[in-house]
């Protein structure tokens, strides 16, 4: 055998290591979530009886059982995180898109201290002044409402840096200062100009946004109370407090999966640009 | 007229379109002002008061000074000063999900990125391994106590195959706890982060490793020497946001535990700690842990600040209005 089949050999060996290392970590990724599909389509006698890996019958009876169940109102809940989701999705990367172009294309006295502060609270978290703002809406009897949990997107620091980057990469400014020449208003030409070349970054935050908004948890268990305006996540954590043993267990999987479905049918049709999102709005090498 | 002075001079016309700046950035700092610096102000000003519920009676609120921080700094009835312990335990439990999700990631970034290697398939890869940060903490947490749970499939599967005797409990240790709230965090967070470095490995100027090669440098020495330090900056702007991430941890042991941090509190987190005051509405001490937490993050984002504003120290000849 010479070198260079040797080497060949030793690529070849490496290369079915590297493949076993990935389908390993996709099948840890997925099977929690295949456990769930499956569970989702037993009755609770045949999830009671063992485990299996096949699918069983009784999806749609688990799906109508979860639907029209009286103590935790799935559908309810899926409608208001909805409500609040999108709201906040279309406002934060409205407002983050308009604030980012006021820093990047005017220049005005305070303009670097400005940018300085929003980039310096950028990693502060909402729930280290969670106490002030639960303490604030319950004053001003804002609480079970859902303006607490969408109007505060309008300030959000991570979106506003990943518009900013934005613009400085594809915004030329002379772009701009045609539209003036043409009499365009600044607003004018901030909706229907700038906002179109900034498409593909504002269906990114929108996504991302929605997501975040979707999942979270800590702030509207703090606000929501009233049944009729829980979020899911608040929903789930209330199966988990519940008394156990008297659950229909297929039915608790239904909820956990319809908790997490329209997250994934998202995820499923737009997960090439939601991946190349990612990485957008971080550090540069 | 404004109109005429605006073709006059450019300098003008530079002090005219001034105030849309100001107009364009008002509704981020009103929303911000209200909604996020007022409450943080609040949250401080409440950690220097006495305020709670005893029993029906509201007692407070009296100012305290710092009484409320020596409050929790002060070991409980068994001798254990709870914030540490809370502290120590989002420690372990992140370590446990941030080692394998580092090194996890940095392997699958330079496999997805070596030439030599060409993996194919990496959309799908990248899609699988991504899905779990998507998905709602609170649900993916529900989600394992119903799998790994006494009546749950996991139990069934290993006894099945005589691994574990019926009586085990996967909640009753610190060590299974602690390892599932691990292996969550790992999950949702470890496609992210290698996304995140390929990102950083392809921005990396090809020459460089051709040279490196040509001089003779074999692939360990490459990425040694040449891919690790230019990698440096996003690699440790990751672990940074990670640390913030961490010290957030909240929604999976919180709804694994249903709040409890069993056993024996080993899993209750910082943020744990805080939800239980708000709760309970003891403002005083929730407000001072709010404060000790907001001192930590504000060490760690100022790390990230200083590194996401070298960027843009970098002088820049660009025509602004």
Known sequence: MNKSEKGRL????????????????????????????????????????????IPKGHFIDNLVNAWTDASINIPRGMLNSLIIALVSAVLTTYFSALTAYGIHVYDFKGKTAVFTFIMAVMMIPAQVSALGFVQMMNKMHLNNNFLPLIVPSIAAPVVFFYMKQYMESVLPLEIIDAARVDGSGEFYTFNKIVLPIMKPAIAVQMIFSFVSSWNNYFIPALLLDKAEMKTVPIMIAQLRSADYSKFDMGKVYMFILLAILPVMIVYIILSKSIIRGVTAGSVKG | MDGQNQKKTGKQKAVNYAKWGYIFIIPFFVVYIIFTLVPQFLTIYNSFFETYRDGLTQIGPNFVGLDNYRAVFTPDSSGTIRILKYFANTLIMWVAGAVPQFVIAML????????????????????????????????????????????????????????????????????????MIALMNFLMWFGNTTIVLMAGIMGIDQSLFESATIDGANSTQVFFKVTLPLLMPIFVYCLITAMIGGIQMFDVPQVLTNGKGVPDELSRTLIMYLNGYLINKNFGMAGAISVIILIITGILGGIVYRMLSAQYKAPKQKRKY
């Not at chain 2, 998905?135 to 005589?162: C, D, E, H, K």
Request: charge should be positive; include cysteine; hydrophobic fraction near 60%.
């Open chain 1, 10 to 53: 030793k690529l070849m060996i490496l290369r079915v290591i590297v493949y076993i290392i990935l389908i390993f970590l996709c099948v840890l990724c997925l099977f929690f979530f295949y456990l769930m599909v499956i569970n989702a389509s037993r009755s609770n006698a045949q999830l009671s009886s063992g485990f299996t890996l």
């Open chain 2, 108 to 179: 699958l970034a330079i496999f997805f990125t070596s030439y030599r290697l060409n993996i194919k398939g990496q959309g799908f890869f990248k899609t699988v391994i991504y899905m779990p940060n998507l998905i709602m903490a609170a649900a993916f947490s529900m989600l394992f106590f119903t799998l790994f749970n006494r009546a749950g499939p996991i139990q069934a599967i290993l006894v099945q195959n005589g691994m574990i005797d019926q009586s085990f409990d996967f909640f009753a240790y610190k060590i299974t706890v602690r390892g």
